[in-house]
């Protein structure tokens, strides 16, 4: 069964609760996103019965789970909000691997920083806030960014405002940040894969990759050495 949704262990305003309904990291490269599939779930990251749980939940690799929301990570047994944090910290530093100002970039701050930004464009008048309850909560003029970071349970305290209230004004926020960026979920649930058939798939995915990149540098070779040839 589902567990709640998730709650960052660092923050609960209705920015974190959008947020959690995003994927982890938002315009990631394809390249990027293809050297993480062909990780596997990465070495000695996660026990075999975290791999098992979140294949069976349809998760194939670390692309996988990058492109994922927190929201449904935590719907895997044993993965809670602590290990989701996990999870995005382990997948930052394999992105930092070959992504230049990937820490600076895409580290939960930045990204949080960014959404902020991006809802400061969208007027509270937009959010499925009644008048009168904008009035109250001295939103006037404002934008989704002012509402967005402020906490649920402030929020509740108000009486302005019901817990139904937020839920739909986390679900609209969580839409104008996901606008034109697609939040993949996981795949449909398969059978279990055997430790030895994940290290083999994985070995067959990071072949490819070798492989394709040695072709483009095969059909490179060639312009190279016409232009040493035709050099003064």
Same mark, same amino acid.
Do not use: N, Y
């Given at each position: 069964m589902p567990g709640p949704p998730f709650r960052s262990p660092r923050s609960e305003d209705l920015l974190a609760e959008a947020c959690a309904r995003l994927s982890l990291f938002e315009d990631l490269p394809d390249d990027t996103i293809h050297r993480l599939s062909a990780c596997g779930f990465g070495r000695g990251f996660l026990s075999p019965s975290l791999r098992a749980r979140l294949r069976k939940a349809g998760f194939r690799d670390l692309g996988d789970l990058a492109? #994922? #929301? %927190? $929201? @449904?990570?935590?719907? &895997?047994r044993k993965f809670g909000p602590i290990r989701v944090e996990a999870v995005r910290s382990?997948?930052?530093?394999?992105?930092?691997? #070959?992504? %230049?100002? @990937?820490?600076?970039?895409? +580290?939960p701050r930045a990204t949080r920083d960014r959404r902020l930004a991006r809802l400061r464009e969208v007027p509270v008048a937009r959010l499925p806030l009644a008048k009168d309850a904008i009035v109250a909560? !001295?939103?006037? !003029? +404002?934008?989704g960014a002012d509402l967005a !970071?402020? /906490?649920r349970l402030a929020l509740l305290r108000t009486g302005v405002v019901t817990s139904a209230d937020l839920d739909r004004l986390v679900a609209t926020l969580a839409d104008c940040l996901g606008e034109g960026r697609a939040v993949p979920g996981p795949a449909a649930p398969a #059978? &279990?894969?055997s430790p030895a058939a994940e290290a083999e798939r994985a070995r067959a995915h990071r072949a490819a990759?070798? @492989?394709?990149? $040695?072709?483009?540098?095969?059909?490179? @070779? /060639?312009?190279? !050495?016409r232009r040493r040839a035709g050099s003064p």
């Amino acid at each position: 069964m589902p567990g709640p949704p998730f709650r960052s262990p660092r923050s609960e305003d209705l920015l974190a609760e959008a947020c959690a309904r995003l994927s982890l990291f938002e315009d990631l490269p394809d390249d990027t996103i293809h050297r993480l599939s062909a990780c596997g779930f990465g070495r000695g990251f996660l026990s075999p019965s975290l791999r098992a749980r979140l294949r069976k939940a349809g998760f194939r690799d670390l692309g996988d789970l990058a492109q #994922s #929301s %927190p $929201d @449904a990570i935590t719907k &895997v047994r044993k993965f809670g909000p602590i290990r989701v944090e996990a999870v995005r910290s382990f997948l930052l530093e394999e992105i930092a691997r #070959s992504l %230049p100002g @990937a820490r600076e970039h895409h +580290g939960p701050r930045a990204t949080r920083d960014r959404r902020l930004a991006r809802l400061r464009e969208v007027p509270v008048a937009r959010l499925p806030l009644a008048k009168d309850a904008i009035v109250a909560l !001295g939103l006037e !003029g +404002g934008t989704g960014a002012d509402l967005a !970071g402020r /906490p649920r349970l402030a929020l509740l305290r108000t009486g302005v405002v019901t817990s139904a209230d937020l839920d739909r004004l986390v679900a609209t926020l969580a839409d104008c940040l996901g606008e034109g960026r697609a939040v993949p979920g996981p795949a449909a649930p398969a #059978s &279990v894969e055997s430790p030895a058939a994940e290290a083999e798939r994985a070995r067959a995915h990071r072949a490819a990759l070798l @492989a394709e990149r $040695d072709r483009e540098w095969e059909e490179a @070779a /060639p312009a190279r !050495g016409r232009r040493r040839a035709g050099s003064p």
